[in-house]
């Protein structure tokens, strides 16, 4: 399928001004391929409710303006709520440029550039090709031992004198036997339209266990593409919690390979939506052998005219006898204009196996709300506590202990807007 008029002469004159380094070669590749195959359209099956001419209109602006990202002067005071609120030792890319200023760099963790190291080979993905003929930089990290914080990933875009356009790519390798704590944080600002696509690809060796809270935080209107690709080793373990609450267009993939026994992941996912906003969250599971564990739960709260995808995918390959794979997904519309299309999907090509999958989708009960409101709260009230009721399961799921407090600071706020909005 071609692609949908991104301005690939725009773009190969961009990536012609970028310095010579060791990505050069992989830009030029990445640029043929995209001239190739363009990127995903509604009619590719992955893609079909999700349209990416925003991303696409963001980029070509940004282009024809010189590609150029300049960070506002309040990016610094984002940047220092963000990092005070969680006690992580942070990694910053802002606007696609890599500060490691706030790292405290020791014997636990190793980081190098793609530009200092060697660039990842072209992965066979969608969105992949864009962010490497457009990556400035790219992010290697080893994690060898635990540590006394949690690593930090802040990524963050500012786009106040114009479009921005950021590409984010890191590889991240937990060592065998290692316990490791990871925060992704996701934020933008700013009035002009912002588009960032990152990828995260993570390797777990044998019987190391992650903890990994992802939240995303940007600006209502601002788009976003983010990719998580996880590979399992033997008896590792991989708890992982998602909460979208911002953003525009906001597109999550997360491919999760179990290639080795006794791996087991449980990762879990809140997104909140009002007006405008488009959510969408694909998950694969990829059970390659047996016996392997794995167990998703994914929840919505909608509002407004918006529009929330979830598509969640497990593939019991063949051999993978002994695979317990489990995926659920809730829904509460608060408006009879949100929309939600859930889609949980299993293939099984293996005898012995345990796999459940289910979808609800409702509004608050009246019978709840008439409770509340006979023990003297008004309607505004009630819809607060069913709402945070439905949410608070997943917060209190969070597998990093420190982010608890943070997370429900956010998600309390953006339900009240929810409901304000409801309301009105």
């Not at 999907?345 to 509004?363: F, N």
Request: aromatic share 4%; charged share 20%.
């Amino acid at each position: 399928m071609k692609q949908q008029n991104l301005a690939i002469n725009e773009l190969r004159e961009a990536v012609l001004r970028m310095p010579a380094d060791r990505l050069s070669a992989t830009r030029t590749a990445a640029i043929a391929s995209l001239k190739q195959n363009g990127l995903p359209t509604l009619r590719h099956e992955d893609w079909k409710y999700t349209d990416l001419r925003p991303a696409i209109e963001i980029s070509n602006q940004w282009l024809a303006a010189g590609a150029n990202n300049t960070a506002s002067d309040t990016v610094a005071d984002a940047i220092a709520t963000i990092t005070s609120s969680l006690d992580a030792n942070w990694l910053l890319i802002t606007n696609g440029v890599i500060d490691t200023s706030h790292f405290d760099r020791g014997a636990s963790i190793e980081i190098a550039r793609f530009s200092d190291t060697s660039a990842p080979p072209l992965a066979d993905k969608p969105l992949a090709d864009l962010n490497a003929a457009l990556l400035n930089d790219g992010l290697k990290i080893h994690v060898h031992a635990a540590t006394e914080k949690p690593l930090g990933l802040l990524i963050i875009d500012a786009a106040d004198t114009g479009a921005s356009v950021s590409q984010v790519n890191i590889e991240i390798k937990i060592a065998a036997g290692c316990d490791a704590e990871l925060i992704e944080y996701q934020a933008s600002l700013g009035t002009q339209d912002s588009y960032c696509n990152s990828i995260i690809s993570m390797q777990v060796e044998e019987s190391a266990h992650v903890s990994y809270v992802r939240i995303q935080d940007r600006r209502i209107g601002h788009t976003q593409t983010a990719r998580q690709s996880i590979s399992m080793g033997a008896a590792s373990d991989l708890n992982m919690a998602s909460y979208d609450l911002g953003g525009g267009l906001i597109r999550n993939d997360l491919d999760i390979d179990l290639n080795a026994p006794h791996a087991n992941v449980v990762f879990n996912g809140l997104y909140l939506a009002g007006d405008g906003q488009h959510i969408d969250n694909h998950s694969r599971v990829d059970h390659r052998v047996g016996p392997a564990s794995s167990s998703q739960e994914y929840r919505g709260i909608l509002n407004g005219r918006c529009r929330c995808v979830w598509n969640g995918k497990a593939i019991v390959h063949k051999g993978a006898d002994g695979t317990d794979a489990n995926q659920s997904n809730h829904n509460l519309l608060l408006s009879d204009h949100a929309e939600i299309d859930a889609k949980p999907e299993l293939e099984i090509y293996a005898d012995e196996v345990k796999c459940s999958h289910g979808t609800t989708v409702g509004q608050l009960d009246e019978t709840s709300l008439f409770y509340l409101r006979t023990r003297g709260l008004d309607r505004r009230q009630a819809k607060q506590i069913l709402t945070h009721a439905f949410a608070a399961d997943l917060v209190g799921r969070t597998p990093i202990d420190m982010t608890r407090d943070t997370i429900t600071a956010l998600v309390g706020a953006r339900l009240a807007v929810l409901i304000q909005e409801e309301l009105l």
